[in-house]
């Protein structure tokens, strides 16, 4: 059909890995100017003029999604998208529609296609909705891969993830698996820390032995000192019979001491001396018994700022900290949120019974925007209340926690080269919003989708005067 373009200033890079997409229009400039305008974006691009061959030729050659026109003869948009989703469930299918057709295009959506583009074509918006379908198809795969080695090793703890940052990180820790010494792994609460050990001993020499772990600071010094070390028949009331320690059971293998910079400084002292000897005494006992494990410790805090402070003892730093790793925030390995999101999606509805396919575009936007103070256990409790909350396929904005909240900076922003940082967005939108209510906090907390009580955190961290 007849095409009208629009030029705009070009905005976003180029494409580093390149996908293949499908152009079928029966107009020669519409397929022409589209071409050229994704090619230059790094995209592998072919073209036909009719759905018979554009079906032959997914045939003969993957892609990853198809742009097609509405209106065409013989086979039209619907009856291909139809077509498509039905021998290649996994392509994307875009529409392209005139104004007339709108309606239409929006229940083609409920059939299976990503979205529609509205007559004349916008070059801005055809890169934007192009590069978020391929990049939904690239999760797909992503996820399917993450779930074939799931179901192929399902013994072998995973690091989810495929941003540099975090294979960088599974590199290292197979790496100094190898190494027999001892380790201090680093970072911010729920980051990963204990699957990071599990996967190094996984790795390491003594995989086929014990890896035990236990959090220093969950337990009263007595307890811990009975978990570690273990008790002899009578050494306390209630001791009836005498029974190892983590240290000993442990032997051989792996000890993971999670939160070790929350460890008594007595019981500091007692650690380190088992280290040393390679032995423990139990409690009650007076006989040596030898071990001989690996041990991991964890920390969420800077115990080297624990050593020089006097809280943590300075020998007992260095035998720990043989070798150190810092695991990274989520916040600073973003591109990996959608995948994990999919992959405790994934698990959480099968374990719920409930069948949901997959989070909508906004919901992803929000996810990928978001600090996560938690890091991945945060995001883990968000899936899983959304999971709980959802009554559709689907997870829907709705379906997030509250404070989720979704900016939507460009429907009152033009858009400007100079973008600026998200959290001044944030604040100019919300600044926004509340002009535009006459600063009546509850018109604009029900208008952000928030309560009162969240929009005053957000007042008060932006400094936004009433």
Not at 32 to 54: C, F, I, M, P
Not at 130 to 147: D, F, I, P, S
Not at 157 to 182: F, H, M, T, W, Y
Not at 394 to 409: G, H, N, R, S, Y
Request: hydrophobic residues 40%; positive net charge; contains cysteine.
């Amino acid at each position: 059909m007849g095409f009208a373009w629009i030029t705009k200033r070009r905005w976003g890079k180029k494409m580093t890995y390149q996908h293949r997409i499908l152009i079928v229009d029966d107009d020669d400039m519409t397929r022409k100017r589209l071409t050229q305008l994704l090619k230059k974006e790094g995209y592998a691009v072919s073209s036909t003029d009719n759905g018979a061959n554009a079906l032959a030729l997914l045939a003969k050659n993957p892609h990853d999604l198809v742009l097609s026109d509405l209106l065409m003869d013989q086979i039209d948009g619907l009856e291909l998208l139809t077509r498509i989703k039905a021998q290649f469930p996994d392509v994307e299918v875009i529409l392209i529609t005139g104004y007339a057709s709108i309606q239409t295009a929006i229940e083609a959506m409920k059939k299976g296609a990503y979205h529609y583009l509205e007559k004349p074509l916008r070059p801005d918006e055809v890169r934007h909705l192009v590069r978020r379908a391929v990049e939904k198809r690239q999760l797909q795969e992503q996820v399917k891969t993450l779930k074939t080695r799931l179901m192929a090793q399902t013994k072998e703890p995973l690091l989810i993830g495929q941003s540099r940052k975090i294979l960088e990180i599974v590199d290292l820790l197979k790496q100094v698996a190898q190494a027999n010494c001892n380790l201090l792994l680093m970072g911010e609460s729920g980051t990963g820390k204990e699957l990071a050990a599990s996967l190094i001993h996984y790795h390491s020499r003594s995989r086929d032995k014990n890896f035990l772990a236990i959090n220093c600071g969950s337990f009263a010094e007595d307890l811990l000192a009975n978990e570690l070390f273990g008790h002899e028949k009578g050494a306390f009331t209630g001791a009836d019979a005498a029974r190892a320690g983590l240290l000993e059971t442990a032997s051989g293998g792996t000890l993971f001491l999670d939160e070790i910079g929350e460890m008594p400084p007595s019981m500091q002292v007692k650690l380190l001396r088992a280290i040393q000897q390679q032995e423990v005494i139990r409690v009650g006992g007076s006989q040596p018994i030898p071990i001989d494990v690996r041990i991991i410790s964890a920390t969420n805090k800077d115990l080297k700022k624990a050593v020089n402070e006097g809280r943590f003892r300075e020998d007992l730093y260095y035998r720990l900290n043989v070798v150190s790793i810092v695991l990274p925030t989520l916040r600073e390995r973003k591109e990996d949120i959608p995948l994990l999101a999919n992959f405790f999606l994934s698990r959480l509805a099968k374990r719920s019974g409930k069948r949901i396919t997959g989070f909508s575009d906004e919901v992803i936007e929000v996810l990928t925007n978001y600090y996560f103070p938690g890091n991945v256990r945060e995001l883990e409790n968000i899936v899983e209340r959304a999971v709980a909350m959802t009554r559709k396929d689907t997870i829907q904005l709705a379906d997030l926690p509250p404070d989720l909240l979704e900016m939507k900076v460009f429907s009152f922003v033009q858009y400007d080269a100079n973008i600026k940082p998200l959290r001044e967005m944030e604040q100019d939108y919300i600044q926004w919003v509340l002009d535009k209510v006459g600063r009546n906090r509850t018109r604009a907390a029900k208008l952000l989708g928030i309560d009162r009580s969240s929009l005053w955190r957000h007042l008060k961290s932006f400094e936004i005067e009433d």
